[in-house]
């Protein structure tokens, strides 16, 4: 089974709705990220959490909002969906300790269309 | 603002041929950590860069970090079309967040 799991894997949705992106972790780690890519833009940080209680703002957080409901969950919602949001969004986690600090571990992503 | 500037951005290179793809950066950093992803695929972790000097080797690639030039490298010898990918560097920003590069896209031909 995978470490890091995303649903759903591939969303269309209409401006407008509010959609929610869940990511789930086995791996046991505090912190988790949010990203989204877009062609030729690299990975952009929407938002990240250090353990339940902390929540913070990444680079491109307008329009996102997040709960992190346990160590293991945490959902990206999109209040209200346009359509330059459509992108690939990917969940990832790491682990502070050890010597591979900060290291990265990513899902599966998801690809949001939005029309 | 911590900027990561990849070069090149595409690459179409012949198999058996050797290139190297540059990752500089525009602030203090001391960890800096390479990905590849295959189109529609996640990103999987390569190289973990950890101090200035560092270098670490698989298979064919090859990663070096020089903190003093805010420059890391990613060497290819004799490349071979299954390295054909998307390989991001991503530098530490503090203690708590990772900046990526825009990726390069790495083809190569038979």
């Known amino acids: 089974d995978a470490d890091v799991t995303q649903t759903p894997r591939n969303r269309i949705t209409k401006t407008g709705k509010r959609i929610m992106l869940e990511c789930s972790q086995t791996?046991?780690?505090?912190?988790m990220y949010w990203y989204r890519q877009d062609p030729g833009l690299g990975l952009r940080l929407i938002y990240y959490?250090?353990?339940?209680?902390?929540?913070n703002k990444g680079e491109i957080s307008d329009g996102y909002s997040v709960s992190r409901q346990a160590q293991a969950k945490f959902s990206l919602s999109l209040e209200s969906a346009i359509p330059n949001q459509t992108a690939l969004y990917f969940c990832?986690?790491?682990?502070?300790?050890?010597?591979?600090?900060?290291?990265?571990?990513f899902g599966p992503g998801t690809r949001l269309t939005v029309l | 603002e911590l900027k990561v500037e990849q070069n090149p951005l595409f690459l179409s290179m012949q198999e058996g041929k050797n290139y190297t793809i540059y990752c500089n950066y525009s602030?203090?950093?001391?960890?800096l950590y390479w990905y590849r992803q295959d189109p529609g695929k996640s990103l999987e972790s390569l190289f973990v860069?950890?101090?200035?000097?560092a270098v670490k080797q698989e298979g064919r690639l090859m990663a070096s970090l020089d903190t003093k030039a805010r420059l890391s490298t990613l060497h290819i010898t004799a490349a071979v079309h299954d390295l054909s990918a998307t390989y991001f560097c991503?530098?530490?920003?503090?203690?708590?967040?990772?900046?990526f590069g825009q990726g390069t896209r790495l083809t190569i031909n038979p």
């Open positions: 860069l950890l101090s200035n000097g």
């Open positions: 990832a986690t790491s682990d502070p300790q050890g010597a591979a600090y900060n290291e990265q571990f």
């Open positions: 959490s250090f353990d339940v209680k902390d929540i």
């Open positions: 602030t203090t950093s001391d960890r």
């Open positions: 991503a530098v530490l920003q503090g203690a708590q967040k990772l900046v």
């Open positions: 791996k046991g780690h505090d912190r």
